[in-house]
Protein backbone atom coordinates (compact mmCIF):
# COMPACT_ATOMS: atom_id res chain seq x y z
CA UNK A 1 0.00 0.00 0.00
CA UNK A 2 2.79 2.53 0.54
CA UNK A 3 4.15 1.72 -2.78
CA UNK A 4 0.93 2.79 -4.11
CA UNK A 5 1.12 6.21 -2.28
CA UNK A 6 4.89 6.68 -3.31
CA UNK A 7 3.59 6.15 -7.01
CA UNK A 8 0.70 8.45 -7.19
CA UNK A 9 2.28 11.47 -5.36
CA UNK A 10 5.26 10.89 -7.91
CA UNK A 11 2.79 11.44 -10.55
CA UNK A 12 1.38 14.28 -8.82
CA UNK A 13 4.96 15.57 -8.61
CA UNK A 14 5.84 15.44 -12.19
CA UNK A 15 2.32 16.68 -13.40
CA UNK A 16 2.81 19.80 -11.37
CA UNK A 17 6.79 20.11 -12.27
CA UNK A 18 5.82 19.46 -16.08
CA UNK A 19 2.63 22.26 -15.88
CA UNK A 20 5.21 24.48 -13.79
CA UNK A 21 7.62 24.38 -17.00
CA UNK A 22 4.46 25.20 -19.16
CA UNK A 23 3.93 28.16 -17.30
CA UNK A 24 7.38 29.53 -17.32
CA UNK A 25 7.71 29.32 -21.24
CA UNK A 26 4.46 30.05 -22.64
CA UNK A 27 4.97 29.70 -26.26
CA UNK A 28 2.13 27.64 -28.09
CA UNK A 29 2.09 25.72 -31.02
CA UNK A 30 1.29 28.18 -33.53
CA UNK A 31 3.90 30.20 -32.41
CA UNK A 32 6.48 27.83 -32.82
CA UNK A 33 5.27 26.81 -36.78
CA UNK A 34 5.34 30.76 -37.14
CA UNK A 35 9.73 30.85 -36.55
CA UNK A 36 10.10 27.70 -38.27
CA UNK A 37 8.05 28.89 -41.20
CA UNK A 38 9.76 32.60 -41.27
CA UNK A 39 12.98 30.94 -40.80
CA UNK A 40 12.43 28.23 -43.88
CA UNK A 41 10.96 31.56 -46.07
CA UNK A 42 14.33 33.64 -45.34
CA UNK A 43 16.45 30.22 -46.53
CA UNK A 44 14.70 29.96 -49.35
CA UNK A 45 14.83 33.63 -50.50
CA UNK A 46 18.72 33.66 -49.84
CA UNK A 47 18.56 30.28 -51.87
CA UNK A 48 17.15 32.07 -54.50
CA UNK A 49 19.20 34.79 -54.29
CA UNK A 50 22.25 32.15 -54.57
CA UNK A 51 20.44 30.78 -57.90
CA UNK A 52 19.99 34.02 -59.87
CA UNK A 53 23.74 34.70 -58.93
CA UNK A 54 24.31 31.79 -60.71
CA UNK A 55 22.16 32.00 -63.79
CA UNK A 56 23.92 34.89 -64.15
CA UNK A 57 27.31 34.01 -63.74
CA UNK A 58 26.81 31.07 -66.47
CA UNK A 59 24.90 33.26 -68.71
CA UNK A 60 27.66 35.66 -68.83
CA UNK A 61 29.63 32.33 -69.48
CA UNK A 62 27.87 31.30 -72.50
CA UNK A 63 28.08 34.80 -73.65
CA UNK A 64 32.26 34.91 -73.33
CA UNK A 65 32.41 30.87 -74.91
CA UNK A 66 30.03 31.54 -77.64
CA UNK A 67 32.71 35.29 -78.21
CA UNK A 68 35.58 32.94 -77.70
CA UNK A 69 34.21 30.19 -80.20
CA UNK A 70 33.30 32.74 -83.33
CA UNK A 71 36.51 34.86 -82.93
CA UNK A 72 38.47 31.06 -82.77
CA UNK A 73 36.72 30.04 -86.26
CA UNK A 74 37.36 33.65 -88.13
CA UNK A 75 41.02 32.55 -87.26
CA UNK A 76 40.84 29.42 -88.39
CA UNK A 77 38.74 30.33 -92.01
CA UNK A 78 41.28 33.44 -92.65
CA UNK A 79 44.25 30.39 -91.78
CA UNK A 80 42.68 28.42 -93.90
CA UNK A 81 42.41 31.02 -96.89
CA UNK A 82 45.91 32.29 -96.19
CA UNK A 83 47.04 28.24 -96.50
CA UNK A 84 44.90 28.31 -99.93
CA UNK A 85 46.10 31.25 -101.25
CA UNK A 86 50.02 29.69 -100.62
CA UNK A 87 49.38 26.58 -102.10
CA UNK A 88 47.98 28.58 -104.99
CA UNK A 89 51.39 30.30 -105.19
CA UNK A 90 52.98 27.42 -105.35
CA UNK A 91 50.76 25.82 -107.91
CA UNK A 92 50.80 29.29 -109.93
CA UNK A 93 54.83 28.54 -110.25
CA UNK A 94 54.77 24.79 -111.30
CA UNK A 95 54.45 23.70 -115.04
CA UNK A 96 50.58 24.22 -115.67
CA UNK A 97 50.15 20.50 -117.14
CA UNK A 98 51.52 19.39 -113.72
CA UNK A 99 49.55 21.82 -111.60
CA UNK A 100 46.58 20.87 -114.02
CA UNK A 101 47.04 16.90 -113.10
CA UNK A 102 47.70 17.49 -108.73
CA UNK A 103 44.55 19.78 -108.67
CA UNK A 104 42.29 17.21 -110.71
CA UNK A 105 43.11 14.80 -108.56
CA UNK A 106 41.97 16.96 -105.38
CA UNK A 107 37.96 17.86 -104.21
CA UNK A 108 36.37 20.26 -106.37
CA UNK A 109 35.57 22.84 -103.65
CA UNK A 110 40.09 23.08 -102.70
CA UNK A 111 40.86 22.91 -106.05
CA UNK A 112 38.77 25.83 -106.84
CA UNK A 113 39.97 27.57 -103.30
CA UNK A 114 43.70 27.12 -104.51
CA UNK A 115 43.02 28.59 -108.19
CA UNK A 116 41.46 31.13 -106.41
CA UNK A 117 44.91 31.57 -105.09
CA UNK A 118 46.83 32.72 -107.69
CA UNK A 119 46.89 35.36 -110.32
CA UNK A 120 43.94 35.11 -113.25
CA UNK A 121 46.40 34.77 -116.06
CA UNK A 122 48.16 31.62 -114.12
CA UNK A 123 44.89 30.34 -113.20
CA UNK A 124 43.75 30.30 -116.70
CA UNK A 125 46.50 28.34 -118.08
CA UNK A 126 46.27 25.23 -115.87
CA UNK A 127 42.39 25.71 -116.33
CA UNK A 128 43.15 25.25 -120.20
CA UNK A 129 45.48 21.90 -119.78
CA UNK A 130 42.68 20.27 -117.52
CA UNK A 131 40.58 17.63 -119.36
CA UNK A 132 37.27 19.99 -119.83
CA UNK A 133 35.16 18.24 -118.15
CA UNK A 134 37.41 18.91 -115.17
CA UNK A 135 37.85 22.95 -115.65
CA UNK A 136 33.78 22.89 -115.86
CA UNK A 137 33.52 21.99 -112.69
CA UNK A 138 36.12 23.93 -110.73
CA UNK A 139 35.01 26.77 -112.67
CA UNK A 140 31.42 26.45 -111.74
CA UNK A 141 32.67 25.98 -107.75
CA UNK A 142 34.71 29.28 -108.03
CA UNK A 143 31.29 30.95 -109.33
CA UNK A 144 29.44 29.62 -106.28
CA UNK A 145 32.30 30.32 -103.87
CA UNK A 146 31.88 33.97 -105.34
CA UNK A 147 35.23 33.87 -106.34
CA UNK A 148 34.61 34.79 -109.93
CA UNK A 149 31.49 36.42 -111.39
CA UNK A 150 30.16 34.12 -114.42
CA UNK A 151 29.78 36.05 -117.99
CA UNK A 152 27.48 38.67 -118.43
CA UNK A 153 27.80 40.28 -115.02
CA UNK A 154 29.87 42.87 -114.14
CA UNK A 155 31.07 44.66 -110.74
CA UNK A 156 29.77 48.37 -112.06
CA UNK A 157 25.98 49.16 -111.44
Given at each position: ????????????????V????????P????????????????????????I?????????????????????????????????????????????????????????????K?L?????????K?????????????????????????????N??
Amino acid sequence: MIIRYVIIIFFIASSVVYAGTAVKHPVTRAEGYDKLVKKDIADLQKLKAEIIAEQNRLKTAIGDYKKAKADMEKIIKQVKNKNYKMIGMIYGNSDPQLSAKSLSLLPTNDAAKILAGMPGRKAGKILSVMKPAEASKITQRMIELGVIKPRGTSNNP
